[in-house]
């Protein structure tokens, strides 16, 4: 059965930093983009940040750009979210993905890992 788990999440104070990880069994993961999530109370899913399958080519939502960054170890299988600076605006479950057809959409989805970022 494909999974993908995440963890790392927690509580932390803004200015902190906080560093997720993202196990995947994904048969493919190495030929995979893959891409955090994320989803505040009361509002909608949200992208956060995408990696290419080599890792080379990576991109974010506007409000996480010179703070958070993504990086994979296809060699482990695991996709990293690093978040520096951390704002009580970043509160929210994070969700990595994967896109396995390279088309945007996003077959596998982990559970989801809480962060929380209090003033």
């Known amino acids: 059965q494909v999974q993908l788990v995440e963890s790392g999440g927690g509580l932390v104070q803004a200015g902190g930093s906080l560093r997720l990880s993202c196990a995947s069994s994904?048969?493919?993961?190495?030929?995979?983009?893959m891409a955090w999530f994320r989803q505040a109370p009361g509002k909608e899913r949200e992208f956060v940040a995408r990696i290419s399958w080599s890792g080379f080519s990576t991109n974010y939502r506007d409000s996480v750009k010179g703070r958070f960054t993504v990086s994979r170890d296809n060699a482990k299988n695991m996709v990293n979210l690093q978040m520096n600076r951390l704002k009580p605006e970043d509160t929210a479950v994070y969700y990595c993905?994967?896109?396995?057809?390279?088309?945007?959409?996003?077959?596998?989805w982990g559970q989801g890992t809480q962060v929380t970022v209090s003033s």
């Open positions: 993905a994967a896109d396995t057809k390279l088309d945007g959409s996003y077959d596998y």
């Open positions: 994904v048969l493919t993961f190495s030929s995979s983009a």
